[in-house]
């Protein structure tokens, strides 16, 4: 267990460049602009090899107990109630407020260590900072740039020096039989609701605004006996509709997450049905070649009749991906989950199933005879053989002549038959086509010095002909 950091303070004072900066990455999301960070993100600072510790980001308090504000500062107080030492994060531009005030006293309630960061000092007078400060009575107060990475030495000195040697924070381990599984869909369809309830706890905030999430959030989770690795994702929505470039960033961050899983579990609004953007996020699972498992949530909610309809539209909305599983969920209530993991591990079991370069051969062999490749102006590609070129997604190399000239229809009937020879489900499966190359090609013939005679002997007939 490694001692646990929190960042604590009010909206907009750096505590996400400060993370970045500790943590050397770019984990978590920063902009100009107030309330970016809602849900507690968590790094590790390894800043000293030897003394790694756990730094938790949280939102900003601003002082309010209802809807989103309430909720990011109950995160907020969530992971200062289990930290170690609490770094009250200030700004020292602005100089103290009534908010900080506010926060101040309810950490003294708390009674935990507690260290004061002055951020933002780059372009002030350090002292007249201190002074405005020093009302607050902390013996020690560490004035910082996250920005410009000044006085952060002195910071990491004073936080190890407070530091316990074990503590409460547990970091993510990077166990190779952790499956991974992304949560991922449009805004406002219950993907932080799903990701708490697996949980047991308020892990990450849910609320019916769409676009509460903003930040991949990655927790560990252990069920059943096997160990996951959840992964909750902000909502993607149509680009038109995508104008805050905390919008823009949150995209990227969730398209990450897809390149990044093994597993990823799309989830739409059985009330809604699947829309176009459903489709489009589908389609990024599509190109980044992941496992895929379609989560109906809130099915709960409907009638039998709009259940009979939501089966129709989901049967022909989804025909293009018809070897993707739907399960039909409720994340609020739980129901359909054990048949959510299932659905989850027969398609990572599909996504990384081994094969032998004889058995692809046979299917190859099988698939050519049941039905060969048509005649394309009077020429018909052959297939040679074929081998195994990869996993997630399953990958066949297949080998010939002529393959540019193989149509589209057949090089579907060819997936199709492969997918339903190995009996793979829930992940796509992708063709490569080789052709053999040609040797002499782009070659000039040489004549050896006999065909060279024999070339002028003939000339010199021709010549006499004429």
């Not at 047991?200 to 676009?211: Q, T």
Request: proline share 5%; charged share 30%; aromatic share 6%.
């Amino acid at each position: 267990m490694l001692p646990l950091v929190a960042l604590v303070g009010r909206p907009n004072v750096g505590k996400s460049t400060l993370f970045n900066a500790l943590t050397r990455s770019r984990d978590a999301l920063v902009h100009d602009q107030p309330g970016v960070t809602r849900d507690r993100h968590y790094g590790v600072c390894r800043l000293d090899p030897e003394r790694p510790f756990l730094l938790v980001d949280t939102g900003g308090i601003a002082g309010e107990e209802e809807g989103l504000a309430g909720a990011t500062a109950r995160q907020a107080r969530a992971a200062a109630a289990e930290a170690d030492l609490i770094l009250f994060v200030v700004d020292g531009r602005d100089g103290p407020s009534a908010l900080d005030d506010e926060i101040l006293a309810w950490l003294r309630k708390l009674d935990r260590p507690t260290l004061l960061v002055v951020n933002k000092i780059d372009g002030t007078f350090e002292e007249a900072v201190r002074a405005e400060f020093a009302h607050y009575g902390f013996p020690e107060m560490l004035a910082v740039s996250a920005a410009h990475r000044q006085g952060l030495d002195d910071l990491h000195e004073e936080v190890q020096a407070r530091l316990p040697e074990q503590g409460s924070g547990e970091a993510l381990d990077e166990d190779p039989e952790r499956l991974r599984i992304a949560f991922v869909g449009r805004p406002n369809v219950g993907k932080s609701t799903l990701v708490n309830r697996l949980l047991g706890e308020e892990r990450v905030i849910a609320s019916e605004v769409p676009g509460t999430t903003r930040d991949a959030i990655a927790v560990d989770l252990e069920r059943d006996g096997r160990r996951y690795r959840l992964v909750d994702t902000a909502g993607i929505r149509r680009r038109s509709r995508v104008e805050e470039a905390v919008e823009k960033f949150s995209v990227v961050k969730t398209l990450q997450a897809i390149e990044q899983c093994q597993v990823a579990v799309v989830m739409l609004d059985a009330s809604e049905g699947v829309t176009d953007q459903d489709a489009t996020v589908l389609g990024a699972v599509l190109d980044a070649g992941r496992a895929l498992v379609v989560a109906v949530n809130k099915w709960d909610g409907l009638t039998p009749y709009q259940r009979e309809q939501a089966e129709v539209a989901l049967q022909r909305k989804l025909a293009f991906v018809p070897w993707a599983e739907p399960v039909r969920i409720s994340a609020l209530h739980g129901s359909g989950l054990r048949e959510l993991f299932r659905a989850i591990h027969r398609a990572h079991a599909s996504a990384t199933r081994t094969f032998s370069t004889s058995e692809v051969n046979r299917a190859l062999e099988a698939a050519y005879q049941a039905n060969p490749p048509p005649s394309i102006r009077g020429h018909v590609s052959k297939l040679r053989y074929a081998h195994p070129g990869g996993e997630n997604p399953p990958t066949f190399v297949i080998h010939g002549t002529r393959l540019k000239e193989l149509p589209d229809s057949y090089k579907r009937y060819l997936e199709n038959f492969f997918r339903k020879r190995f009996k793979l489900v829930g992940t796509p499966v992708r063709l490569e086509f080789r052709e053999g190359s040609n040797p002499f090609e782009g070659r000039r013939n040489e004549l050896t010095e006999r065909q060279i005679k024999r070339r002028r002997r003939l000339l010199r007939h021709v010549k006499r002909g004429k």
